[in-house]
């Protein structure tokens, strides 16, 4: 028989296989010819459904190549070692082209999966995981009923050929994001899954240039401070773009303390995160050193209290990770953090730092007129980052669970540590050990802070205990 011959056989006998008609191995082409003009049909099938489901906008990627060449690299090895099992030297090509005579059915069954998940049903909004349910089953009793077909009969070593020839499919999903030969560049987020699609459609250039003017008008709103009271100013700065957590963080503790400490009109934030690039300034150490040097031109330097948040990654390197892809921007390490700081004239400063290895601050930050604290100590993690996280352990421990209900700042924070270290114990974590310093002049500054910030409750009608003294 010729080849072409040769391949529709195989294709027809595997047309009968995915309906569960009776076939046996004598029924199947097998040789080194036959495989590779299914694998070459295979190959087209998938190009082609690819460019149907990016249809009317496809473009082509050759990342899918060398991709496709690894899976199919991982099918090989798993096939070999099938043939091991079963100690049959021609099991490994009789299985190449027996799941490869299947490939029309099963690209037909994948690209039916991937349509019906890229669109939604009033119906029935769960169509396509159910569907893509239903296909995954199938595909596992095709599948053993094929590596039955080679055996011959049923034996413990199929289980052992299938749970080898499934891992081959999704090893090159474990190593590569650009499985896909075709892509839509306006809907490549939707439906290639790519989580930096926004990201790379960012005008760089325009949202560099907007940021002086960005951060002026936030500045401009800052109002200054008010006679006779001690101030508290707060300063947010959530440098990490690519996880929610801390943007989120940021943006509940500015409001915590507008509304419980009296810092409306004294507070900003700094947010690396795509939904507040039209009205928030950047997370960078540039617009940090100038936020800080306006806050210390209008606070009253002998009693007013900054309040400066710091939550992001943090690395071995003891720097805070300030991080928008593409966008090049620079770490924050402690001592270019004390410099703004002494560069501004603040004197009252309270630091908090939330990240890994933080605890590398406390050197370079603490002095008399201080409080630092940090989520982790200089040679720990800290826990709660992450893209399903809405607060950190130590965010959580301290703003949701401690400041919510106290002035207290260093009693908020040594309560938050032993609640951190219990939580760390429960889950069998490494201990994060949360560190604290405060200078004495600052232990003795903050208890007439919370005598302002006690009034101000009172002034504003919030019913407190002391409020009754």
């Known amino acids: 028989m010729n080849p072409i011959s040769n391949l529709s056989t195989n294709l027809h006998n595997g047309l009968r296989l995915a309906f569960f008609r009776k076939r046996g191995p004598e029924n199947f ?30 473009e082509f990627q050759l990342y899918a190549l060398p991709v496709y060449t690894f899976e199919l690299a991982c099918f090989l090895m798993a096939a070999w070692l099938t043939s091991k099992l079963v100690r049959r030297e021609n099991a490994a090509l009789q299985i190449g082209v027996v799941v490869y005579s299947l490939s029309p059915a099963l690209i037909l069954l994948q690209t039916v999966s ?45 289980a052992g050929m299938a749970l080898v020839l499934l891992s081959a499919g999704p090893a090159g999903e474990w190593f590569a994001d ?96 795509l939904d507040t690039l039209e009205d928030t300034p950047l997370a960078t150490a540039t617009n940090l050193a100038q936020a800080l040097k306006r806050i210390g031109r209008i606070m009253n330097p002998d009693e007013d209290v900054l309040f400066l948040y710091l939550t992001s990654h943090g ?44 605890g590398t601050f406390v050197d370079a930050l603490k002095g008399p007129h201080t409080l630092v604290a940090t989520a982790a100590a200089h040679d720990r993690t800290s826990f709660g980052c992450g893209s399903e996280s809405d607060f950190t352990y130590f965010g959580e421990a301290v703003f949701k669970q401690q400041l919510q209900s106290r002035f207290s700042l260093i009693p908020a924070f040594k309560a938050a540590a ?30 007439d802070l919370e005598k302002s910030l006690t009034r101000f409750q009172c002034e504003a009608g919030r019913r407190q205990a002391q409020c009754a003294e």
């Open 315 to 358: 690395g071995s390197d003891h720097k805070l990770a300030v991080e928008f892809w593409p966008l090049p921007l620079n770490d924050l390490s402690p001592e270019q953090l004390k410099a703004m700081l002494d560069q501004a004239g603040i004197k009252w400063r309270v630091v908090v730092v939330s990240a890994c290895y933080s």
């Open 29 to 58: 082409v097998v040789g080194l010819d036959p495989f590779l003009l299914l694998l070459l049909v295979d190959l087209l099938l998938e190009i082609g459904s690819g460019y149907l489901l990016y249809w009317p906008d496809p």
């Open 418 to 447: 032993a609640s951190i270290a219990e939580r760390e114990r429960w889950e069998k974590l490494e201990a994060s050990r949360p560190q604290l310093w405060v200078g004495k002049p600052m232990e003795a500054h903050l208890a």
């Open 114 to 158: 991937r349509y019906l998940n890229g669109r939604e049903f009033e119906s029935w909004p769960d169509l396509g995981l159910w569907f893509e349910r239903l296909a995954a089953v199938y595909l596992l009793i095709l599948l053993g009923r094929a590596l039955f077909l080679v055996c011959g009969r049923w034996r413990s070593t199929t």
């Open 178 to 273: 650009y499985r896909d030969f075709w892509y839509s560049p306006e809907e490549q987020e939707v439906q290639d899954g790519d989580p930096y699609a926004r990201y790379k459609a960012l005008d760089a250039e325009r949202l560099m240039y907007r940021q002086p003017v960005l951060l002026e008008e936030t500045l401009s709103r800052l109002r200054p401070a008010r006679k006779g009271r001690v101030d508290l100013f707060y300063l947010g700065f959530a440098s990490y773009a690519t996880e929610d957590v801390f943007s989120i963080e940021a943006d509940y503790i500015k409001r915590l303390f507008d509304e419980r400490f009296g810092t409306v009109g004294h507070s900003l934030n700094l947010v690396n995160h």
